[in-house]
């Protein structure tokens, strides 16, 4: 092997430039989880009753369960008492009625991760909800949407606001007793977003959530509901950074999506939480559960995943294709690069007839980088002429990284097809080289191909966000080719 | 001055010595052909030329310009002008042909201090080119090299040559594989760059390919080492009588009196 893996050696050199801290003064729960601290969130949030039981159910029901050990990903067990569930940057007074009146504190964080909330700077046609910590701290363009009957605000403003609208679809794509950290989600969640998409309505703008962790010691949880009604609209859009932090940080979040008769929901996410340094101190647990289901006629759910952060990803984001001749798509680009471990993919879940759906999953391995891809395909009895077409990419950089793959296959209607391709690459040494003699530098030869390797998924990101992916990865991968 | 001079140049790879002191001289203008048997130790020259990871110079010096190659990485070379049209062109799988050339020559021009081209710029240098080697111009849309036939990977790498118009252009073995069509669309190409500000070695096993690309000079390299050189007369006598003649006078004058 002798120089070429000397070449790979060095790519493993990279700085996290989202890591600072913002030092404002924050007002937590004390670390530990029981009834009282389940209690304290949902008094904190002025939560109606419904709400809080829904949370002391999940909190029981999560006492009866053990955390999963099927992911191939290897971390020391989680003290879940050490953490501190809730977690505020302190208000003033009783909180900000506008942007105007957020902490300048916090703007200039949003600010520093290109997320400019203020008035004059806002992202030109993305209405943004921030969250910080366990909190949203703003959204804009709130009354833009208003005209358009969209409904786009914090999780708890949801809660309060919108009762009906909560109490309707909460858990009704990712129950309560779903999975472990989901239903710690349940018990605990602080904050998220809401958007509600009327019949007929073709949101005027992308929305985005942006998700900050800040404080130390402190899991995220938050939780994400959309409802797409009847031949709605929305492109929704996810990024999150955390500060470098030399312990692990618990993120587990819930999404959930709902589309009805002819709606459709497209779904991105650039998570970059901090992963850790190389020698895999620190860095975020990202335990996600995202599900959406087309619960109407045509309707369609498309996720689009590019995965850059995290310590450990465990994720899965899934579509339950329940109405005949809808859609299903989802689009992953996982990246993990030091000592980074990802088990993430998909579910399909082929309910009605005629249901379609499409996996392109690109997973990239660096550094000692672990990269799992694990999608279910399951079409039920009554799916009849369910399409199902899946294309699994593993790209290695380096010797000591890994890709894996765990499809798995279920199908009980005959008329079912279901494909399923995968290839396993390397950047091979003679392909730098060819870059090399061409006046490429190693980095941008590494660059260019990782690219190219994933631009069927940087396709289908909004464009501007398709500019950043394809930035982020790059940074992603500095010094991971010496 | 001289734009690359070899002096007792000895080099290997993996610890085994394949160019055991080796000397040649090329001025701007000229075509030099290193013609020799398997396993002389042609490729060898190409790729420390070049400045392929794992080959070890053990002695001597090549001057590039002047100054000496051997201190700068392979695309500080490639940026100078040296450009290596590869015996076996490597495909690379999702990186699209006009983005690959582009980034290429946009890498030159900024070593050069001259300004980036666009795309459209781009494409009105290309679209001369891809004629001159006779591709169709979808290729330019396909991944780099993937899917290519051998005799367009080999076309293609001419097409590199002639969008990147270097000052000394290494061809290794450029004609294996060609039909001869191709050999005579790759050799006319090559003749079409020809200036006299720069400079081409064309390292070749058989003699056809100098039919078409006419050197100024032939050496025939021989474990190591050129053992002959000659004008392109010494390429046809090679034709004729094969490598044996030299190297078995190569051999005894290596015997003792």
Redesign the interface.
Known sequence: M???TE?IESFVKQGYKWGFVTDIESESAPPGLNEEIVRFISHKKQEPEWMLDWRLKAYRHWLTMTEPTWPNVHYPKIDFQASIYYSAPKKKGDGPKSLDEVDPKLLETYEKLGIPLNERARLAGVAVDAVFDSVSVGTTFKDKLAEKGVIFCSFSEAVREHPELVRKYLGSVVPYTDNYYATLNSAVFSDGSFCYIPKGVRCPMELSTYFRINAANTGQFERTLIIAEEGAYVSYLEGCTAPMRDENQLHAAVVELVALDNAEIKYSTVQNWYPGDENGRGGIYNFVTKRGICKGRKSKISWTQVETGSAITWKYPSCILQGDDSVGEFYSVALTNNCQQADTGTKMIHIGKNTRSTIISKGISAGKGQNSYRGLVKVMKGATHARNFTQCDSLLIGDKCGAHTFPYIEVKNPSARVEHEATT?KI????I??????????Q?AVN??V?????EVFRELPMEFAVEAQKLLGVSLEGSVG | MSLLEIKNLHAGV?GKQIIKGLTLTINPGEVHAVMGPNGSGKSTLAAVL?????YHVTQGEVLYKGVDLLDF???ER??EGL??A?QY????????TT???K??LN??RK?RGLPEVDAIEFLDIIKDKIQLLELREDLLKR?VNEGFSGGEKKRAEIL?MAV?EPTLAVLDETDSGLDIDALRIVANGVNHLKRADNAQLVITHYQRLLNHIVPDYVHVLFDGRIVKSGGKELAFELEAKGYDWLIKGHKDQLQPA
């Open positions: 002798s120089t070429a070449t690459s091979g040494d003679d392909q080289f060819y870059c090399n003699q061409r006046g490429l530098s190693k941008d260019m191909i690219n190219g390797f994933c631009k | 993996d070049a400045g392929r990871e794992g990485a392979p695309e490639a940026r450009f290596l590869f062109p490597v495909e690379i799988p999702g990186v699209n983005y690959f050339l980034a290429a890498e030159l070593h991944s590199q990147l």
